[in-house]
């Protein structure tokens, strides 16, 4: 199990995309992530938790058995499930600790495939993939390897804010 820590009032931007990616997803996705913003400032936690839940399935990241809730008093995700790499439980945790409202992330998800784990980086004011890929790789030019790894939640490379929180994958 694993406790993940995020800025509380970073992600505002995730819950738009979850919003939308619900509405211009394929039909048979659930679009229930609209409620979170709002949930996770305190609401009903089974609600916000299931909203989670449902913004994970939105972004494509397959997890059996998932479960997801979130305690508001605490501003804490709780996640367990099996997921089909560890890409995917890393990316899990991301969709969780980068919505607004949450503070901390708590997993208890398994791994099928196991693989060495990513570093994480908190963006900060000024930051750019390139830069991020320079300080982690010693090459800017490998900033596509963290845009991959952090897609489906990133949509384009230069669209990251302060706060947000990225997977920097070991390199290949």
Not at 14 to 42: D, H, L, M, W
Not at 48 to 57: E, H, K, L
Not at 90 to 104: A, H, P, T
Not at 111 to 130: C, F, I, M, N, R
Request: net charge positive; aromatic share 6%; proline share 6%.
């Amino acid at each position: 199990m694993g406790v993940w820590n995020f800025v509380k009032d970073a992600g505002e931007r995730i819950v738009a995309n979850a919003k939308a990616a619900a509405r211009f997803g394929p039909a048979e996705r659930t679009p229930a992530p609209a409620a979170a913003q709002n949930e996770t400032k305190g609401g009903n936690g089974k609600d916000a938790g299931d909203a989670i839940a449902n913004y994970i399935r939105v972004q494509g990241l397959q997890v059996d058995n998932l479960k997801v809730a979130f305690d508001a008093p605490s501003s804490t995700v709780h996640v367990s499930g099996t997921a089909k790499d560890q890409a995917t439980k890393e990316k899990v945790i991301l969709c969780c600790g980068n919505i607004e409202g949450v503070e901390k992330v708590t997993d208890a998800l398994e791994v099928k495939e196991q693989a060495p784990a990513a570093q994480y980086h908190t963006v900060v004011k000024g930051d750019t993939l390139s830069a991020i890929a320079k300080k982690y790789y010693g090459d800017a030019s490998k900033y596509p390897e963290i845009f991959e790894a952090n897609k489906p939640m990133l949509k384009d490379p230069n669209k990251i804010y302060p706060g947000q929180s990225l997977r920097i994958p070991p390199q290949s």
